[in-house]
Each structure stands twice: as C-alpha cells, then as structure tokens.
C-alpha cells in the first residue's frame, strides 16, 4: 500500500475521489494524512469522515515559506508518506518540499497543460475561446505548473459554456484522472525520463487506462 499524503486548501472534491478509489481497492494505496492549510475547509471534513488523520497549518504557523514547508515535510514524514498529492492546494511551495518529496509530489490543473497555468485556468481557457479543455495531472516542479506531464484528460467547449459549466465537465473528468494517475504510481509503473513520463503499458488493461480507446 502506497502512502500518500493529500494536501488541500479547498472544498475537497479532489480528495473524495482519491478516498473513494482508495477504499473500493482499484489501487494500492492509502491516504495517510490530509493537511490543509485552511481551517474549517470542506477537505478537512471529508478526511475527518473517512477516518483520515487530518492536520491544519494555517497560513500564519511559519514565519517564511520555507518555515512553512518544513513544518509540512515534518507531518509528511511522520506519516510515512510516499507520494504527495496536491488537490486544490493554494499555496506555492519552496525547495525545502521540493526537495525533500523529488518527483514524488503530483499536482492536478484544471487545463491541457502547458496552456492555461496558474490561476482561474478554466476562466482562461474560456476567454481564449479554445474548443477543447481539459486537465491535466503533472508532477511538481519549481515553476507555476510547468511540471512533466503524467495524463491529461480532455473536455468540449461547448457554444454558451460559462466559467461554471466548463470547471464543472471538468471536474468530472479530474475526479478520474487523478485516481488513475495515482493508481501507476502506486503500482510502480512510472519511470521519468527527462521531462518525459514513461508509463509501463505491458498490458492492453494497463494501455487502454493510459491511452483510453487505444487497443
Ligand atoms: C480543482 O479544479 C483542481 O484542478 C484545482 O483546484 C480545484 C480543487 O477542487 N487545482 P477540489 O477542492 O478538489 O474540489
């Protein structure tokens, strides 16, 4: 069972899916702590439901970000935490994380990167008036989700699509991407090569989770 650590600063719909993939058994992994950065946020009730240990640093508990960071690596390491998964957490992070988690922090963005990072991606891909969106898992980088890019899944533009109807065919699809993407982590089966993910497709199941519709 893998371990992994989910950090959130938001509602935690992210988180959900991830528990939810985890108890039904499609991966071998298991939350073992959530740490939210924003008290009273919807991710640290969920995690609490779910029996997960959830801890809250508030903006404020560190004098520096890289004073933050430490105080997150010391709760990760404390829970014996293997992957770091990043759903909906606000905050950017220092070499002290970086460092400490390399290539084992993964980030989930609402857009087909490397459009669209940072902030109010959905917003962004709306006023650029492309035709398809999309999200896409990658992992953590020291840049704004510039990350090598591990599976991206993608979503229509519809005609009269607003901010709110496109985030939310969106995170329909986040809510399977992201499981899945941890699934070959947990399974061992990504290597990386430069900026270039390589997932092991020995077998057609395995291909057709990477590459849907590919036999
Ligand atoms: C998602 O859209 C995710 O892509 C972005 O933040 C949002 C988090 O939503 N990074 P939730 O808290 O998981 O519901």
Known sequence: ???????????????????????????????????????????????????????????????????????????????RVELVCF???MRLISPVLLG??????????????????????VRQAIAAGVRVAGCTVHLVDEGTDSGPIVLQAVV??????????LAARVLVQEHLLYPRAIGLFAEGRVRLEGRHVRIDTANDAARSLVSPGVA
Not at 43 to 66: D, I
Not at 156 to 165: F, T, Y
Request: aromatic letters at 4%; charged letters at 15%; proline letters at 8%.
């Open 156 to 165: 229509p533009v519809l005609d009269g699509d607003s901010e709110d109807s």
């Open 1 to 79: 069972m893998m371990r992994l650590g989910v950090l959130a600063s938001g509602g935690g719909s992210n988180l959900q899916a991830i528990l939810d993939a985890c108890a039904r058994g499609t991966m071998p992994a298991r939350v073992a702590v959530l740490i939210g950065n924003v008290p009273g946020a919807g991710a640290l009730e969920k995690a609490a439901r779910a029996g997960v240990p959830c801890v809250v640093l508030p903006h404020q508990s560190a004098p520096s970000r890289e004073a933050y960071d430490q105080l997150v690596v010391a709760e990760l390491r404390k829970h």
């Open 87 to 89: 759903a909906g957490f």
């Open 100 to 121: 400490a988690f390399q290539n084992k922090i993964l980030n989930i963005h609402p857009a087909l990167l490397p459009a669209f990072p940072g902030l109010h991606a």
